[in-house]
Each structure stands twice: as C-alpha cells, then as structure tokens.
DNA sequence: GTGGTCTAGACCACG
DNA sequence: GTGGTCTAGACCACC
C-alpha cells in the first residue's frame, strides 16, 4: 500500500510484522527528520490519510498520538495536527535510534545462527546492491 | 535465558519480539545447517527442553511441529523426534532466506527514510563492529 | 456435532479417531473446493466456531493456523481471517489428494489381507451403497 | 518395512497412521483368514519377530496379547504362541468387519467434502486401478 | 471485537 | 519414557 498525501509519501506493508501505526509513525518521523516536513506543516488529517491508506482511522489516530507523546506533533484545535516546534532534532535522533536498533537485532540472529561477520556483510551487500534507491 | 541439551546450545529471548516457539525453531534449523545436528539424531524431547529453558512443553511441541511441516524433523513414535533425511539442505536454504527477509527489511526502512545507501552502509558497519563474534 | 456458521455447515464427530482441529480444516479445505467460501470471505472467528461447536478456541486456532501455512487462510489483523487469494485450486488439489490417500490406504489393506481386487470392489459397491447421499 | 518369517509375510508402515502393533495384529488375522497359517501353528517368537521387523518387541507383545484376547492365538508355555482352534471363522469375520468398517469411513468422509457417489466411485477405481495385485 | 502467544495441566497412544 | 490432542484461561497487540 503506497500513497501520496501533501508532502508525504506513505509506503505500508501490512504483512512484514510491525504495526500499522507504527510504521505510519516513523514515516512521519523520517519525513520531519529529512526536512520533508518542517515545524508548523499541517500533517494530513486523520480520516483522509486513513481513507487514504486505505486502514482504519483508529490506526493513524494511534500514530498520530504516539508522535504528539513524543513531542513531535501537536494539535491545533479547529485546524488539525501541525509539526511541533523543536522536532527535526528529536526525529533525527530516533531515526537513529530506530534504525541501529533493528540492525543491531538483525546482526545478532545471524551472528547466533553461526554465520561469521564476514559471511553476514556478505548477505547484506547482496540484499543493499538488489534494491534501487540513492 | 541459555541452556545447553545434547548437541544444542539454546539462547532464548522471550523481549525481542520473535514468538518463543519461532527462536527454538530456528534454532534448530541453524545447528541442521551448520551440521551440529545431523539426519537420524534425536533431539531434545519436548518436556526435557521446556525445562531446561524453563518454558511450558506446549511451546516446544508448537516449534518441533512446524518443524515437522517443513520436513527438518520426524517424529519416532515413542521415541522422540529425529533429524529427518534430507534436512540440510532444507536447513541451509531456510536460514538464507529467514536472514535475507529480515535484513531486507531493515533495509526498505532505511531507505525509505531517506537514508543514501551509503549513509545505511555505514551504519551497519557500525553495528556491526559493537558485536564479538568471529 | 454440528453447527451451521455463516456459510459453513461443520460436522465434527470427536471419537472417530480424526484430531478435531483436522476436521475442521478439511471441511474448510472442502468447502473452498466446493465453491462455497470464495476468496476474501471471512471465516467464522475463532471464538464465535469454538463456542458453536462447543471444543476450545485453541482446538480451532490450530486448524486455521495450519491453513494458514497452507496459504488457504489469511489473517487480518483486528478483523479475522479470509480465504486466500489462489486459495481454490489448492483446496481442490488438497481435496483430491486427502481423499486418493486414504482411499489407497485402504486398498493396500485389502490387498495385504488376500482379497482379490474384485472382492475389494465388491465389499466397496456394498459399502457405498448402504449411505445416502447425491 | 516388510519381512518374511516363517509361513507369514509382514509389511508395516509406521507413517500410515495405523499404530504399528494393530499392523502386526491385523496381518496376523489377515493370514489366518486366508488359510496362510492353521490352528495349531507356531507364530514367530516376540523377539525374533521383533528383530526381523526392527520394532520394539513390547509393540509385537502388544499385538500378540490382543490376539489373545480375541482367541485367535493362545500361549503354549514353554514352546510359543499357536494360533488357537476355531481360529479361522472368527478372523474371516474380523477381517471383513475390518475392511468394511474403514471403508465406511473413507466413504463418509468423501460425501462430507460433497463429491457425489459417482465422483467418489471414479476415485476408487482410479485408486484400484494403480494397484498391483489380483 | 479480532487473532497470536504462552502457561498449566489433563488424558491418550505408543514403545 | 515419548509425542499428540485437547481444555481452560491468561495477556497482548491490533482495529
């Protein structure tokens, strides 16, 4: 499931085991982290993303909540979510944190399953040279 | 929590995520692999298991019967549950695979944060050199 | 035992030897054979087929697990769970495939036990005559 | 597994779902049936037997203390097991009701998956007709 | 509400 | 002793 909502570009894969919300979350994040999204912007509304999406609008709430809980959204009554002052640096930071963590995770399987560290940059070689991007 | 049982060395973190009776699966499927256990070896029965790792029986049959469906063990009736003819080769190709998925994962995301494929490169260096390991 | 669920018609006879959960599972198996489930229905929920048919939630969970794992089920996360895409021809083949093995199991029987082929038929023609049905 | 021993020809399959010591109990019925073995003949020992078909001789004791029971065989102490006089009339009628019975089952179960009794007979014949045999 | 995981403990069949 | 099935009931995440 992909979609185009204002400056976002939401990418959701119901089936690789994280929440729906969560992945809607750190989209968010990543977007603010990179500048896509700047302090102030509007986020998509609830019911439209979820329309969007194609998911329920409870799912985008709960996203939406988490990242105000994180201090990254804030709402503005009658208007809707906005980007907190002060996020980029917050989503930058969990950028980082979240994706060191899940690479940490994915290291330590491969190291139990008896693979060396040689063998493991090997198959990560691999899969980065299979996908298209920068 | 860790345990050694006959040729096996046990690691299980019941944190991470991964469902119990999935790490002891793969587990096994890792030590077929690696050829730690061999066609025709018994390994270790359900109850003895569970109590060694100190879980409940039901989630060591859960892992030993999802083994069975992928043809890795057979059940001995009366006896135990043996290494199937036939099952490296089903072992080795499955922890490619199980290891290719989850890095591929760990990829998507990070590009889809706007992370260049060097900026994910390094990261992973990074990660990966915290780890001991060979 | 017997319920009528949705479009389901499920008969589980509990001391005939078949496990209660394979029972379930082929008579899904056999219902998406027949064209009765289509691809995207939902099937009863586990609670709700449990408390109808009076066995334990798990008892069912188990069958439609392993359906699952045979790509005939699916499993919508906070919705329940719907016949796979693709999932017919499978259903079909597993139906014949069911059927032709225990039909040849008992062959083999008879065949062991002296009787000739033709005797076999005859006692098979008797049989299949006694039961009502299309 | 097949073996020969003495006038009787065994054949188990310890994956066809049938335990193996109702295999042993039924192929001893089977020959007794046939006129293969006579009242008063000697069955081979339990451990020879269970040497020749590499069981555990607790499973050909079981077999052989259910045939008591049914009359069919009888200790001589110091000598064996001999198939017991008025032997062969009780297993002719074993074997049928045997036969029928699973029949019967494999019957049932192909009319609860609403195959018609035409399809269910061109299945049989199929089967049959794979069949080496008389 | 949904499915998924896990525990605890029973009973059975088999060797 | 072994695995296999089933029950009862807990807790969780997700929608």
Known sequence: MTCESGKMFFQIDSTNGIPVYEQVARQVTFAVANG????????????????????????????????????ILESRRGTGMVIANGARPICKTERTRILRERIGYVIDEALQSQLTKEEIQKLFQSELGKKRGK
């Open 36 to 71: 896509a999204l700047q302090s102030g912007e509007l986020v998509p509304s609830v019911r439209q993303l979820a329309r969007e999406l194609a998911i329920n609008p409870n799912t985008v709430a709960r996203a939406y909540r988490q990242l105000q809980d994180q201090n």
